[in-house]
């Protein structure tokens, strides 16, 4: 029965504190604290929501978006994996390539947005280098101390058992060092994303961000459409959070981490 209840209220209460949320902003909005000029009401935004996804005008933008993330991030993860652990087994590599990483690392990627327009203009590859150039430095550190990580028992029984190069690699390095790829891969999920939007706002390449700047330019009418598109970039970043969860729990599985969030779960519900 305590179960049963505890189950209700952890699919039930997200719900309401939404549906809160959105009373609250129409309340404000449409009571005048808020000048409808600058945010417009709820219901005009989820009315806009709803004229964007009845004319399909909103599709093509989530696509050019999510062809960029994810362009991005399969190279992101590609050159991370191979570079980080290259540089995981070579401690004389590691330590030349250390204040590189940390430069770059240190760079903003919208800092550079100018140069990459002026050479790539506003296209999809503009947009994908940005993401990679945001994404793989936090990637590759944690490539490296995953790998770095690794028990050396069980690396020292697969050389004892000829496992070397590429098979070495996908079947120890690989998932020895899953728990910091997955969340490597989660934090630059995240800022890949972040990059998208903003490639597309300030450097209009196709895409959500750039439908945003189009409805900003328009004028106050076109702000509810604006904030719906805001409405829908958030909705993505969830849903993308959202997946790189499950594929956590799913891949990894029979880590002990997860093993422990059950486990937790199990006495919580009791």
Same mark, same amino acid.
């Given at each position: =029965?305590?179960?049963?209840? /505890?189950?209700?209220?952890?699919?039930? @209460?997200?719900?309401?504190?939404?549906?809160?949320?959105? @009373?609250?902003?129409?309340?404000?909005?449409?009571?005048?604290?808020?000048?409808?000029?600058?945010?417009?009401?709820?219901?005009?935004?989820?009315?806009?929501?709803?004229?964007?996804?009845?004319?399909?005008?909103?599709?093509?933008?989530?696509?050019?978006?999510?062809?960029?993330?994810?362009?991005? =991030?399969?190279?992101?993860?590609?050159?991370?994996?191979?570079?980080?652990?290259?540089?995981?087994?070579?401690?004389?590599?590691?330590?030349?390539?250390?204040?590189?990483?940390?430069?770059?690392?240190?760079?903003?990627?919208?800092?550079?947005?100018? @140069?990459?327009?002026?050479?790539?203009?506003?296209?999809?590859? =503009?947009?994908?280098?940005?993401?990679?150039?945001?994404?793989?430095?936090?990637?590759?550190?944690? %490539?490296?101390?995953?790998?770095?990580?690794?028990?050396?028992?069980?690396?020292?029984?697969?050389?004892?058992?000829?496992?070397?190069?590429?098979?070495?690699?996908?079947?120890?390095?690989?998932?020895?060092?899953?728990?910091?790829?997955?969340?490597?891969?989660?934090?630059?999920?995240?800022? &890949?994303?972040?990059?998208? %939007?903003?490639?597309?706002? %300030?450097?209009?390449?196709?895409?959500?961000? /750039?439908?945003?700047? @189009?409805?900003?330019?328009?004028?106050?009418?076109?702000?509810?459409?604006?904030? &719906?598109?805001?409405?829908?970039?958030?909705?993505?970043?969830?849903?993308?959070?959202?997946?790189?969860?499950?594929?956590?729990?799913?891949? =990894?599985?029979?880590?002990?981490?997860?093993?422990?969030?059950?486990?937790?779960?199990?006495?919580?519900?009791?």
């Amino acid at each position: =029965m305590r179960s049963a209840s /505890r189950s209700w209220l952890t699919w039930t @209460l997200p719900i309401v504190t939404v549906a809160v949320l959105l @009373l609250a902003w129409q309340a404000v909005t449409a009571g005048g604290l808020v000048s409808p000029s600058q945010f417009p009401t709820m219901t005009d935004t989820m009315a806009a929501l709803g004229r964007e996804v009845g004319t399909g005008r909103v599709w093509p933008a989530i696509g050019a978006t999510l062809a960029g993330w994810v362009i991005g =991030m399969v190279i992101t993860i590609l050159l991370g994996l191979l570079i980080g652990t290259a540089l995981a087994f070579n401690a004389f590599a590691q330590r030349s390539a250390a204040p590189v990483i940390e430069i770059f690392k240190a760079i903003p990627a919208i800092a550079i947005l100018p @140069l990459v327009i002026l050479i790539a203009g506003s296209t999809l590859p =503009m947009k994908v280098f940005l993401v990679c150039f945001a994404a793989f430095w936090p990637f590759l550190i944690q %490539v490296i101390y995953g790998v770095r990580s690794m028990d050396p028992i069980v690396l020292d029984t697969a050389r004892a058992l000829g496992v070397r190069g590429a098979r070495r690699f996908l079947m120890v390095s690989v998932p020895s060092a899953s728990p910091y790829l997955v969340t490597g891969m989660r934090i630059a999920s995240a800022q &890949a994303l972040i990059l998208c %939007v903003v490639a597309e706002i %300030v450097g209009g390449a196709a895409g959500i961000g /750039r439908n945003i700047l @189009l409805a900003q330019n328009t004028g106050v009418v076109a702000y509810p459409t604006m904030y &719906a598109y805001i409405l829908v970039a958030g909705i993505l970043g969830i849903a993308l959070t959202g997946a790189f969860f499950l594929l956590e729990k799913r891949v =990894m599985h029979w880590h002990e981490s997860q093993r422990n969030i059950r486990e937790s779960n199990k006495v919580g519900a009791a």
